[in-house]
Nanobody, 125 residues
Framework: QVQLVESGGGSVQAGGSLRLSCAAS????????MVWFRQAPGKEREGVAR????????DYADSVKGRFTISPDNAKNTVYLQMNSLKPEDTAMYYC??????????????????WGQGTQVTVSS
């Protein structure tokens, strides 16, 4: 059974850091396109970062480049999102998603088969 479980969210002041975790079961993350999305109230779901471990590639939304880093721990079958220099506009529910197809528009949420339940990130000014 495929499952994605996010953790690590919380409340932090602007300029602070958080590390989100996405623990996967039922598949091997190295063979999948692993993506972090976020959704703020009243806004569309936004692609934040993508990693395709098998292809050795990562992508980031312009809004988080230089501040966020997506990385894998293959032994733990887990993907992390290290978030530094957080801003109030980063406040959102963060979701982990996965799919076996990893080309094209990675930021299109409709492409992904598997989703976690989300973890809330709140950044105060």
């Amino acid at each position: 059974q495929v499952q994605l479980v996010e953790s690590g969210g919380g409340s932090v002041q602007a300029g602070g850091s958080l590390r989100l975790s996405c623990a996967a079961s039922g598949f091997t993350i190295r063979r999948m396109c692993m993506v972090w999305f976020r959704q703020a109230p009243g806004k569309e779901r936004e692609g934040v970062a993508r990693i395709y471990i098998g292809g050795g590639s990562t992508d980031y939304a312009d809004s988080v480049k230089g501040r966020f880093t997506i990385s894998p721990d293959n032994a733990k079958n887990t993907v992390y999102l290290q978030m530094n220099s957080l801003k109030p506009e980063d406040t959102a529910m963060y979701y982990c998603a996965a799919d076996s197809y990893c080309v094209g528009s990675w930021y299109d949420s409709g492409r992904y088969t598997y989703w976690g339940q989300g973890t809330q990130v709140t950044v105060s000014s």
